[in-house]
């Protein structure tokens, strides 16, 4: 079972990103500060890569992803859930270069990306984009992270 375990952890894409992340970062169209904490790694028990995103306050969101492969294609999925949109399901075509964008399209357009970039070694950026009032696609809000311990 443990060598079952190590393989499945030494095949996933995403243990680059493992660790808790402190987050500072901005929303695009305020200014607005956001702090943010990440934890982020493989469930031991199924396998799946967990990232668990709280905002510090006053802000209120708080999201639990999970990253996975789908055995029937080739992409990377990221399942979201929060409070203020329900589940959301995003898409991305591979890792590339330490970057993942997980998009997510509704009737053939993409209306949401969520872009997790390894800047540096310890360092990760995100950045969400979306699309509002019929616009196209533009930045809602930027973090830069550090990994505890880096």
Request: charged residues 20%; contains cysteine.
């Amino acid at each position: 079972m443990i060598a079952i375990l190590a393989a499945a952890l030494v095949a996933s894409p995403f243990t680059s990103f493992e660790g808790h992340w402190h987050c500072e970062g901005r929303f695009i169209a305020s200014g607005k500060a956001i702090v943010s904490e990440l934890a982020m790694g493989v469930d031991a028990k199924s396998g799946i890569f967990v990232v668990h995103h709280d905002d510090a306050a006053p802000m209120e969101y708080h999201s639990m992803e999970i990253w996975t492969s789908n055995r029937a294609d080739a992409f990377l999925y990221s399942a979201v859930v929060d409070k203020f949109s329900g589940l959301r399901v995003f898409r991305s075509p591979a890792l590339h270069d330490g970057e993942l964008a997980f998009s997510r399209s509704e009737n053939g357009a993409v209306v949401e990306e969520l872009r997790y970039a390894l800047t540096a070694p310890g360092t990760l950026r995100i950045d969400w984009s979306v699309v509002r009032a019929g616009k196209p696609l533009a930045p809602g809000d930027t973090l830069a992270c550090r990994r505890d311990g880096a």
